[in-house]
Nanobody
Framework: QVQLVESGGGLVQAGDSLRVSCAAS????????MGWFRQAPGKEREFVGA????????LYADVVKGRFTISRDNAKNTVSLQMNSLKPEDSAVYYC????????????????????WGQGTQVTVSS
């Protein structure tokens, strides 16, 4: 069973960049597909993006495509989310998630299919 811990959140200004990371332990990290979600106050948890086990395939939500990049380092058991050109509407708690399902399953945007979650890290973008 894998445990996930996010880090790197903070307060930035619109247009800035920020990198959040997720450290995994307790499992064979390289077998998991990894995802990032976010949740703003009063809103449902929203899919941000996902990456397959090797890092060769990624998928992004339209609202972050071209601005956010997910990468992973299986040697270090980490997955990162590089966020550029941040907007106030990107403000949320960011969560990483892990799952053993195949990456080509068409369910990655659904939070309920992801089996493991971190505690989240707050990202606030001021205007």
């Amino acid at each position: 069973q894998v445990q996930l811990v996010e880090s790197g959140g903070g307060l930035v200004q619109a247009g800035d960049s920020l990198r959040v990371s997720c450290a995994a332990s307790g499992g064979t990290f390289s077998v998991y597909r990894m995802g990032w979600f976010r949740q703003a106050p009063g809103k449902e948890r929203e899919f941000v993006g996902a990456i397959n086990w090797s890092g060769s395939s990624t998928l992004y939500a339209d609202v972050v495509k071209g601005r956010f990049t997910i990468s992973r380092d299986n040697a270090k058991n980490t997955v990162s989310l590089q966020m550029n050109s941040l907007k106030p509407e990107d403000s949320a708690v960011y969560y990483c998630a892990a799952d053993l399902s195949r990456f080509d399953r068409d369910d990655k945007s659904r939070p309920e299919v992801w089996g493991y979650w971190g505690q989240g890290t707050q990202v606030t973008v001021s205007s």
